[in-house]
């Protein structure tokens, strides 16, 4: 079991799997020719496609398909018929502790893509406290005509891409005053307004105080509650 102070502490390179450390050392180096386009062939009509849509998830299956042409330590649990959504990949030899998720977004817009259910994330997290050291592999693509490259990537842990907001603790995705995902900060701005969480605990604190406050303003929780029963879960399971 982990210690409280391993998991409030935040380190370096060695914060990340060493699976995940190589592919993206792999894929930086590699980042100058990533350049092409879509097609889309049905029957005898083949097209380009200018669009956006789905370009996320064409990023991700080319992105496997280039780690295993590569001979790197992957594994795709969708193709062994696993339906599960999470993680997107497994990577390393022990496929429990390798989590890596895939994210991307248009880079000539801000970052604004879906981390995870809010809901889903609160729960999973108190039955599976492993998850908050997933890596997420991110990339930046821009699109001009048919030509899509890939200009930057990163390798994260969530608490490095997440941030208060005006109005909750953590940012989220909230409509008509409901929440739906927790959405990232902008990371790599120079001067963002909210800034990224400083470690895992910060993390942990703001996503169980945004749902204790979200709980009490829908009236599933008593306003004397301190904590939810996911958070106290959450670190029983943890420490």
């Known amino acids: 079991m982990q210690t409280l102070s391993q998991l409030t502490s935040q380190g370096s390179v060695s914060m990340y799997h060493k699976d995940s ?40 299956e080319w992105f496997g398909a280039w780690a295993i042409a590569r001979s790197l330590n992957i594994h795709n649990p969708k193709t062994t018929g696993n339906s599960q959504t999470f993680p997107d990949y497994f990577v390393g ?18 970052a604004n893509f879906d981390i995870a259910n809010f809901d889903s994330y609160c729960l999973s997290l108190k039955e599976h406290p492993k998850r908050i050291d997933t890596d997420y592999l991110i990339f930046s693509y821009k699109m001009a005509g048919i030509r899509l490259t890939i200009d930057e990537i990163w390798l994260k842990k969530i608490w490095q891409i997440t941030s208060p907001s005006g109005r909750w603790p953590l940012k989220t995705q909230t409509k008509r005053d ?34 204790l406050m979200y709980l009490k303003k829908r009236n599933l929780l008593k306003s004397e509650v301190k904590e939810t029963p996911n ?9």
């Open 21 to 60: 450390n190589l592919i993206y050392k792999r894929l930086k180096k590699e980042i100058g020719t990533f350049s092409g386009g879509t097609k889309f062939k049905l029957a005898d009509i083949e097209i380009d496609v200018v669009g956006k849509d789905g370009i996320g998830g064409l990023i991700e």
């Open 93 to 110: 030899s022990e496929k429990e502790k390798g989590l890596l998720e895939i994210k991307t977004f248009n880079g000539t817009a801000s």
């Open 178 to 211: 409901v929440i739906y995902n927790i959405r990232p900060a902008s990371w790599f701005g120079k001067n963002p307004k909210y800034k990224p969480f400083a470690d895992k605990k910060a993390f942990v604190d703001a996503l169980y105080s945004t749902e």
């Open 231 to 239: 958070q106290a879960g959450y670190w029983k399971a943890a420490t």
